[in-house]
C-alpha cells in the first residue's frame, strides 16, 4: 500500500458531510506539521477551515480543496459502505474518493516528496481546506481568503484538487470557470375558481409568455474559452393543490451559468426589462454564487502543461466547463488558478471511486509541477 492510498483511506473513513470535517483537517495538520507547515485555524459558524503554510517569502503556491462530501444516497445502492475504504479491481471506492479526497492525498504526499528532495525550495506552500464546499459555501474558501487579502497575505499560484479530468487523469485541466446567477422570481395574480376566470388572474398564464422570451433569450454568443450564456428554469411552483382553484401566486427557480461575455448588473438589467414588458406584479430575488473567471497562460499554466507531458507523455487541454468551484474566490485576488483532480465519472455518484493507478499519477503530476515553480 502506497503512502498516498493509505491517507486516501484514512480521509474516507471520516464520515465529513456538509458541513463536518469529522477529523480530516486534524489529521492533515498533524502530517504537514511535521514538514515545518504552521497550523492556523479560521472557522466561522459551522464550517472548519484550514491554513498551512511552509515559508514566508513570495512567491506563494497553494492547493485548495475541500474536506467535506456530499450525501451517500440510499446505502442499500452502494456495493459496499462507503465510508469503509474499499479495494475491487484497481479501484478504491467510497464516498469522496474522487471529489475529492483523493485529490487531497495526492498532493500531500506530493509535498511530502517534493520537500524531502528540496528542503530549500523557493518562495512558499501552504494548503488551504474548508469543509463548506458541497454545501452554500458561505464560511468556507470565501472568508478565508477576505482574512488573506486582510493582511495582505498574496497567493500567486493556486491549485484547486477537483476532479477534473476526463478519460485519463491530467487530459483535461480547468483554467476558469462560468458565473453562476440563481434567481427566485414570485409572480403574484388573484386566487380564484377555475369556472370564473374573469374573477381571478392566473400568475402562470400571464407569466408564461415572458418564461418563452427569458428561455429563448441569446445573451450572448460565447467565445473562445467559454460557451454562450443560458438560463435554465430549476423550478416551478404554484396552485393549493385542488383542481378547481387559479393560484394567486407562482414561485420560479432560474439560473443562468454566465461567461466572460457578460456581468451581473447586465443579466439583471435584461431580465427585468423582458418581465417588465408584460406588466404583471412580481418580486424578484438574486443570489450571485460566483463570477466568471479565465487563468491565462502563465507560469502555473505552462508549469501543469510540462508536467502533465513529463509525467503522462501527452499535451492536455484547457477547459472551462462544468459547475463551480471554490476557485472562483481566490481569482478575484490576482492569484493564477486552475483545477486539476482525478476522473470524474462517477462524483457525486454511488460506488464512487477512484482508480489506484490515477491516484499516484496524480500525486506525480503534482510534485512535477511543484518541482517547475518552486525548485
Partial sequence: ???????????IRRESVTPNDAGCQDLLAERLGKLGFNDERLNFADT???WLRRGSEPPLFVFLGHTDVVPTGPLAAWDSPPFEPTLRDGKLYGRGAADMKGGIAAFVTAVERFIAQYPQHKGSIAVMMTSDEEGAATHGVVKVVEVLEGRNEKIDWCLVGEPSSDKAVGDVIRVGRRGSLCAKLTVFGIQGHVAYPELAENPIHTFA???????????????????????QVSNINAGTGAENIIPGQAEVQFNLRFCTELDEATIKARTQAILDKYGFKYDLQWRLSGNPFLTARGQLVDATHAAIETVCGFQTQDDTGGGTSDGRF?????????????LNAS?????????????????????????????
Fill in 330 to 342: 481566490v481569482a478575484p485576488t490576482g492569484a493564477q488558478v486552475i483545477e486539476l483532480g482525478p
Fill in 209 to 231: 409568455p415572458a418564461l418563452k422570451d427569458l428561455a429563448e433569450e441569446i445573451w450572448d454568443h460565447g467565445n473562445r474559452f467559454f460557451p454562450p450564456t443560458r438560463l
Fill in 48 to 50: 472548519q477551515n484550514l
Fill in 347 to 375: 462524483i457525486h455518484k454511488v460506488n464512487e471511486h477512484i482508480g489506484l493507478d490515477d491516484l499516484e499519477t496524480l500525486s506525480r503530476i503534482y510534485q512535477q509541477i511543484l518541482v517547475n515553480l518552486l525548485a
Fill in 1 to 11: 500500500m502506497t503512502e498516498t492510498l493509505s491517507l486516501l483511506e484514512e480521509l
